[in-house]
């Protein structure tokens, strides 16, 4: 049966996400804060409004008469969007407010893995008084990372023994005016994700993708919300092994079982360490990029999941193409900290030739598509191996030109992914 689905948000992700139900034959309907072309071209209604305003979206997936919803931000999450739909009878796949607190505030995710004993938490305090804090930076034994309880879109954490020594920590400290901080362990190793779709008790995973969270290449630069990302044709990356993958997995499965009733996709970010696997954090939503990694592969119906998921039954058994991605973002000169708009998209999802493109926060005018500040767009290789996606990968990005952008040519190359398998190693001590 056809089910009409309303999707939430316009970014990279959320293109991926409408292909996937455009795939399932979903009638899909649309709403985000910016029009997102590839988006607006696969819904049968599209409406840009204030995507954290749960009213404006609940009158419009009311009007656009949807069965179902799927949220991409976390910060609808976190507004209550889910909540809202949920109320106005509208199932929606996307943790209420409550459970999005996993991810929306990080004293409660790192209390929570303490309280029920979710194994790979980090050493951590939390901190409303922010000298006590900076006390407890002159007092630690070790590099501490220091991280906003609230939602900083990925830019909001400082690493120490990486992005600042114990006095730059302390500044950030003083001078950052955050509410509430968590301070933690520096855990040091090779970070992934994996992400598994949640519901009625059910956890299913999808293989591993690693995301470049620096600016630029050499992962120099400050950190964005990815700059791309990678995933191999098994379960787990190159840099470590199934068993590894397999821990990963029992974490995640500890924390389904602990966050009773969870509905939505729960993104596990991983460090693997000389000492295993530990959590870095959790993400009540799909990640972006990663979602472009993983929804190109998935051969079971998206929808299928959806409706189990809304009917209170089992999560179908997931499958995947035995296939390597690589997938890449176009951004804006300048991005994330002085990005420059108005640079004309070059590229299309025809001339993107193999790889797969998806747009994220761009402006269509009448005579073309233009970039705005953030994230412009992603090309996606799907191939036997990593080195064969990032070619083609590569391949649509000669199309689009480098004018007016910046791309981390290194994702996915072999250089950089023997640079990681090299750094596990000496970790371990091989
Ligand atoms: P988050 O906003 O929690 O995704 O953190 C952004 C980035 O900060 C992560 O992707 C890591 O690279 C880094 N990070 C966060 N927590 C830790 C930690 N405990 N140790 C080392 N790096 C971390
Ligand atoms: N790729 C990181 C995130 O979605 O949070």
């Known amino acids: 049966m056809t089910e009409t689905v309303l999707l939430v948000g316009g970014g990279g992700r959320e293109h991926a996400i409408a292909r996937a139900l455009a795939d399932s034959n979903a009638d899909l309907y649309a709403c985000a804060g910016?029009?997102?072309?590839?988006?607006?071209?696969?819904?049968?209604?599209?409406?840009?409004?204030d995507t954290t305003n749960p009213t404006a979206v609940v009158d419009f997936a009311r009007d656009s008469g949807v069965d179902l919803a799927v949220i991409g931000p976390e910060a609808a999450l976190e507004a209550g969007v889910a909540d809202a739909l949920d109320d106005a009878d509208i199932y929606t796949f996307g943790p209420q407010e409550a459970e999005a607190r996993i991810e929306t505030d990080k004293a409660f995710q790192r209390r929570f893995m303490e309280e029920h004993d979710i194994p790979g938490c980090p050493d951590f305090e939390t901190f409303e008084d922010m000298e006590a804090a900076c006390e407890y930076v002159d007092e630690y034994d070790g590099d501490l990372v220091v991280k906003p309880a609230g939602l900083t879109g990925g830019k909001g954490v400082r690493v120490m023994g990486d992005?600042?020594?114990?006095?730059g920590a302390k500044e950030y400290i003083r001078e950052?005016?955050?509410?509430?901080?968590?301070?933690?362990?520096?855990?040091?190793?090779?970070?992934?994700?994996?992400?598994?779709?949640?519901a009625n008790g059910d956890l299913r995973v999808t293989p591993a993708v690693q995301d470049h969270k620096r600016a630029y290449e050499g992962d120099e630069g400050p950190n964005t919300g990815g700059m791309g990302s990678y995933s191999d044709s098994s379960l787990e990356l190159p840099f470590m092994s199934e068993s590894e993958y397999m821990d990963a997995i029992d974490i995640m499965q500890a924390a389904v079982d602990?966050?009773?009733?969870?509905?939505?996709?729960?993104y596990g970010q991983f460090m693997l360490t000389a000492e295993g696997i530990k959590v870095v954090e959790f993400n009540a939503r799909f990640g972006d990029p990663?979602?472009?990694?993983?929804?190109?592969v998935l051969e079971t119906d998206f929808l299928d999941v959806l409706t189990a998921a809304r009917d209170g039954d089992d999560l179908p058994k997931l499958k995947f193409q035995r296939q390597a991605t690589v997938c890449k973002y176009a951004v804006p000169e300048g991005y994330p900290t002085d990005?420059?708009?108005?640079?004309?998209?070059?590229?299309?999802?025809?001339s993107a030739g193999d790889a797969i493109l998806y747009y994220a926060s761009v402006d269509e005018r009448e005579d073309g598509i233009y970039t705005t500040t953030s994230r412009?767009?992603?090309?996606?290789?799907?191939?036997?191996?990593i080195t064969e996606a990032e070619e083609i990968a590569e391949d649509a990005l000669a199309v689009?030109?480098?004018?007016?952008?910046?791309i981390r040519h290194d994702i996915g190359k072999p250089d950089l992914v023997q640079q990681r398998i090299d750094h596990m190693a000496e970790l371990r001590g091989e």
Request: glycine share 12%; no cysteine.
């Open 400 to 406: 689009a030109g480098e004018e007016g952008l910046r």
């Open 290 to 296: 990663e979602a472009m990694n993983t929804l190109p």
């Open 163 to 167: 992005q600042v020594d114990a006095e």
């Open 339 to 350: 990005p420059k708009s108005g640079a004309l998209v070059k590229v299309d999802e025809e």
């Open 258 to 266: 602990a966050l009773d009733g969870y509905k939505g996709v729960l």
């Open 34 to 49: 910016n029009k997102n072309p590839g988006i607006a071209r696969l819904a049968e209604g599209f409406e840009t409004l």
């Open 376 to 385: 412009s767009f992603a090309v996606v290789g799907i191939a036997d191996s």
């Open 176 to 198: 950052s005016e955050y509410d509430r901080i968590v301070l933690e362990e520096r855990l040091v190793g090779e970070e992934f994700t994996v992400q598994g779709f949640v």
